[in-house]
């Protein structure tokens, strides 16, 4: 299995097996060069502004790419969590209203929901059947009071990747709103921004940044009207109009969602790591994924350990979970022999990006058969 992504590439992987994307990714040189260039560019005065705004146009024209949708239509802000709460803040909620979410999410997309409680808004809870969530069980939670629904594209705690097309083939035909955290699969694998209304993602995964941006992506096909309850001068039309004491004006593209200027140094860094991943191709990469995570299932079937993400190629991402009750512990104990996976919440959690090879995967076994416990 010759991986798509090189581990030279990388700054940590000489001695290490990073098996943790799904928490952050290592580092990669070119991404560290490029927090470097930022710091010369920016002594150059002028200039400099000048350069951040021509990679900030690059990094939107890279994701765009990758989200099928126009540069336009992405914002840049300080973590997902940002981008969360400005999109769900700025529905116009009413008492009754109701948001549907599921037991597979992450918190940053479930706790401003929780918050819309305050507002005589009922959040319903989907509840995951043997760690999956169905794209009906979603649409039948659906009414005509529903505004809202939110789903990971791929699940931080199984693995499960989400028929999301499904859904909004389905959620078109309503008034209600999608919202997809692709957080935990953008940069590995392709996503369809037409096939959701607001796409959310992070920096510092599986695209191979650092920490620092949260990206939103705006579907402008039924958000046109839609704007954020925060405002800031980077989302306006004109800062400096005669009337800015008096009033302000939105962009109309994606840009309202941004209210000042975004962590420049990461938006380098992130430029280059996208242009990388898009060198490399990301349809390369997500292959490789689902190969060697297919090897990672077998191995793990194999020595009776419970697999939680779907066996099938095309129901799974690069997570890999398995129930470990003391996975915290058991994280701990491979770290110590530079095996790096993510323990907790009742699981153990391989992340496997396209630098990942079979020796990675027969390595953790290994050590998985000697510190494993129940």
Same mark, same amino acid.
Request: glycine share 8%; charged share 20%.
């Given at each position: 299995?010759?991986?798509?992504?090189?581990k030279?590439?990388?700054?940590?992987?000489?001695?290490?097996?990073?098996?943790?994307?799904?928490? =952050?990714t290592?580092?990669?040189?070119?991404?560290?060069?490029?927090?470097?260039?930022?710091?010369l560019?920016?002594?150059t005065?002028p200039?400099?502004?000048?350069?951040?705004?021509?990679?900030?146009?690059?990094?939107k024209? #890279?994701?765009s790419?990758m989200? #099928?949708l126009?540069?336009?239509?992405?914002?840049?802000?300080?973590?997902?969590?940002?981008?969360?709460?400005?999109?769900?803040?700025?529905? $116009?909620?009413?008492?009754?209203?109701?948001?549907?979410?599921?037991t597979?999410?992450?918190?940053?997309? @479930?706790?401003?929901?929780?918050?819309?409680?305050?507002?005589?808004?009922?959040?319903?809870?989907?509840?995951?059947? #043997?760690w999956?969530? =169905?794209?009906?069980?979603?649409?039948?939670?659906? $009414?005509?009071?529903?505004?809202?629904?939110?789903?990971?594209?791929?699940s931080?705690?199984?693995g499960?990747?989400?028929?999301?097309?499904? @859904?909004?083939?389905?959620?078109?035909?309503?008034?209600?709103?999608?919202?997809?955290?692709?957080?935990?699969?953008?940069g590995?694998?392709?996503?369809?921004?037409?096939?959701?209304?607001f796409?959310?993602g992070?920096s510092?995964?599986?695209?191979?940044?650092?920490?620092?941006?949260?990206?939103l992506?705006?579907?402008?096909?039924?958000?046109?009207?839609?704007?954020p309850?925060?405002?800031?001068?980077?989302?306006i039309s004109?800062?400096?109009?005669?009337?800015?004491?008096e009033?302000?004006?939105?962009?109309?593209d994606?840009?309202?969602?941004?209210?000042?200027?975004?962590?420049?140094?990461?938006?380098?860094?992130?430029?280059?790591?996208?242009?990388?991943?898009l060198n490399?191709?990301?349809?390369?990469c997500?292959?490789?994924?689902?190969?060697i995570?297919?090897y990672?299932?077998?191995?793990?079937?194999?020595? $009776?350990?419970?697999?939680?993400?779907?066996q099938?190629? #095309?129901?799974?991402?690069?997570?890999?979970?398995?129930?470990?009750?003391?996975?915290?512990?058991?994280?701990e104990?491979?770290?110590?022999?530079?095996?790096?996976?993510w323990g907790?919440?009742?699981?153990l959690?391989a992340?496997?990006?396209?630098?990942?090879?079979?020796?990675d995967?027969?390595?953790?076994?290994?050590?998985?058969?000697?510190?494993?416990?129940?």
């Open positions: 299995m010759n991986a798509p992504l090189k030279s590439d990388f700054i940590g992987l000489e001695n290490a097996n990073w098996l943790y994307c799904g928490a =952050e290592p580092p990669l040189k070119c991404a560290a060069d490029a927090v470097q260039k930022y710091f560019s920016r002594g005065g200039y400099g502004r000048a350069n951040n705004a021509a990679k900030e146009a690059s990094l024209n #890279n994701l790419q989200l #099928n126009d540069a336009a239509n992405i914002a840049i802000g300080a973590n997902s969590s940002e981008m969360f709460f400005s999109v769900i803040q700025g529905l $116009d909620w009413k008492a009754g209203d109701n948001v549907v979410i599921h597979l999410e992450f918190p940053a997309g @479930v706790l401003p929901c929780l918050q819309l409680k305050k507002q005589g808004v009922e959040v319903r809870v989907v509840r995951h059947e #043997n999956r969530v =169905e794209p009906q069980q979603l649409l039948d939670q659906v $009414d005509n009071r529903t505004r809202l629904v939110i789903s990971s594209w791929v931080y705690l199984s499960a990747r989400l028929p999301y097309q499904q @859904v909004y083939d389905e959620l078109k035909k309503t008034d209600a709103l999608f919202i997809v955290d692709v957080t935990q699969g953008l590995a694998f392709q996503f369809d921004g037409t096939q959701a209304d796409v959310i992070s510092y995964k599986w695209l191979l940044g650092p920490h620092g941006a949260g990206i992506a705006v579907n402008p096909a039924r958000t046109g009207g839609i704007n309850e925060v405002v800031g001068w980077r989302g004109d800062m400096f109009s005669e009337t800015r004491f009033k302000f004006t939105y962009h109309e994606a840009r309202r969602f941004e209210t000042g200027y975004p962590a420049y140094p990461t938006l380098w860094a992130l430029e280059a790591s996208t242009g990388y991943l490399a191709g990301v349809e390369n997500s292959n490789h994924i689902l190969q995570g297919g990672l299932i077998d191995q793990l079937n194999a020595n $009776d350990y419970e697999v939680m993400t779907p099938q190629a #095309n129901l799974r991402a690069g997570n890999i979970s398995l129930v470990c009750p003391r996975g915290e512990e058991v994280s104990a491979l770290a110590a022999e530079n095996i790096y996976a907790g919440d009742n699981r959690r992340s496997l990006h396209a630098f990942v090879d079979s020796q995967i027969d390595q953790f076994v290994d050590a998985l058969k000697r510190h494993f416990r129940v």
